[in-house]
């Protein structure tokens, strides 16, 4: 009776199993089935979704100062950076603070493309002041420092790299409680009003890294449209190209119950976890969203849908990355920008070589996309068909080739620099480039494909020219 009864136990899991939806964002048809709790599993069997709260609206930052009254702030650091200092978004925000009697203080040293240097910096002044919250107006620079300064401050007995990212860092979870943040992001593109991440360029291995933990994320985002309407074309561009490699990369990304370690205590589980079916909906829909109105963001300025959904979509891969993480484009990125010579990109006033965040990650997409899709040929198929490529004749085996011919497509029609070479780099520089890159495990292991040193030489030396 017993036997009989497991027998029809296996053959209802196995008819479950073939019932089972499979479209992309249900299915992980490249992975196994996941495994059932930990007892002695040594990849993880959970995934977990943390969102900052969002609030969308062309003209809502005008409620920022409602929000601090109705969280009883009373002493407020109002964080950006020079140029934004004298411009409409940050002067909405004060306007609201001082109409709703916020007693507030403006820190304006922001760095774009921050440093250990310049989140010290601001880590500081927030030390002396005994700020009760924080609002953060700018693009992910800002957004960034303003998590660590709160983190730091509310944390004041902690030494810098207890926080930052291993193997930089010690990478210890956090268990302080923060202050309020409120996030009004001014750019279209490193949805950091929605992740518990805050990026920096350290300095004494000339490598970006980072802190990453649920526990930093804003408490709220403000989403205002308006804003998108100052910035200028390559700007625009430039952080279009990280929301579409947040997207491309958190939707390719190993499947969470693939990640080893399995964390023996919920508060180690990592912020970015790996492909989960929550973020993937929120990946492909930003997807299509670049796809459609991307372009026309870069190349009108006064054309408010195209931005407005641009800022949406920046959110929506910011949902989606920030619990499943990015990997490739985004680990190799960090030595491009990181060792940059003398490039400085149009548009960004700047008093120092620069390469922008999304160049830096865009620029190895077609080769890091020809090398991923072996493991998840349809999901690479599948982005290449939102983003304008016919596949209905496509062969499996050639889909990281359609998809890297569909990105270098997008990028020559928007005008990207003609790969590393155009913006300072050569075949001398890989070694330093590959020896950059080792150290982001925390994205590279992400990769659904393993790669080694000469792997990663390989990726760099492809990306020198894109067209």
Not at 46 to 56: D, K
Not at 192 to 204: C, K, L, M, R
Not at 205 to 227: C, E, F, M, N, Q
Request: charged share 20%; glycine share 6%; net charge neutral.
């Amino acid at each position: 009776m017993a036997a009989a009864a497991r027998a029809r136990a296996a053959h209802l899991l196995r008819q479950l199993q073939r019932a089972a939806c499979q479209c992309p964002t249900h299915s992980h048809t490249y992975s196994q089935a996941p495994g059932f709790p930990p007892s002695g599993k040594t990849t993880d069997y959970a995934f977990e979704m943390a969102v900052s709260n969002i609030r969308y609206g062309a003209g809502v930052t005008k409620e920022v100062g409602m929000d601090l009254q109705n969280m009883g702030a009373k002493n407020v650091c109002l964080m950006t950076d020079k140029n934004l200092s004298q411009l409409p978004p940050v002067q909405m925000v004060m306007d609201s603070l001082v109409k709703n009697g916020i007693n507030f203080e403006v820190y304006n040293n922001v760095r774009v493309e921050p440093t250990d240097r310049s989140f010290m910096e601001a880590i500081e002044f927030v030390k002396k002041r005994a700020f009760d919250a924080y609002v953060a107006v700018g693009g992910g620079s800002t957004m960034d420092t303003c998590k660590a300064a709160n983190l730091y401050a509310s944390s004041p007995q902690s030494d810098f790299l207890d926080y930052v990212n291993a193997p930089i860092g010690k990478g210890k979870p956090v268990s302080v409680p923060l202050k309020p943040l409120i996030a009004v992001p001014t750019t279209s593109g490193t949805g950091s009003e929605t992740t518990g991440v805050a990026i920096f360029d350290y300095e004494p291995l000339k490598v970006k890294t980072g802190i990453a933990s649920r526990a930093i994320k804003p408490t709220l985002g403000l989403i205002d449209p308006l804003h998108t309407l100052h910035m200028p074309d390559r700007v625009v561009a430039n952080s279009g190209f990280d929301v579409l490699c947040h997207a491309l990369e958190s939707y390719t990304a190993l499947p969470y119950h693939m990640r080893s370690p399995c964390p023996s205590n919920p508060i180690t589980r990592p912020a970015y976890q790996g492909s989960n079916p929550i973020s993937d909906i929120w990946a492909v829909h930003a997807l299509r969203i670049v796809a459609k109105y991307l372009k026309r963001a870069v190349r009108n300025p006064d054309d408010l849908e195209a931005r407005s959904n641009m800022h949406l979509a920046s959110a929506f891969a910011g949902i989606g990355f920030g619990n499943a993480g990015v990997h490739l484009c985004h680990g190799m990125s960090y030595p491009i920008s990181g060792l940059v010579k003398t490039y400085k990109a149009k548009d960004y006033n700047v008093d120092h070589p620069l390469v922008p965040h999304g160049l830096s990650v865009v620029l190895t997409s077609p080769a890091v996309f020809t090398f991923t899709a072996q493991m998840s040929p349809e999901r690479h198929l599948e982005t290449a068909e939102i983003l304008g490529a016919d596949t209905r004749t496509a062969r499996i085996p050639d889909a990281g080739p359609i998809l890297a011919d569909t990105l270098r497509k997008f990028l020559f029609d928007l005008d990207v620099d003609d790969g590393l070479a155009a913006i300072g780099y050569s075949k001398a520089d890989i070694p330093a480039l590959v020896k950059g890159t080792l150290p982001q495990e925390r994205v590279t292991k992400l990769a659904p494909r393993p790669q080694s040193e000469e792997d990663l030489s390989a990726l760099f030396e492809a990306s020198m020219k894109l067209y």
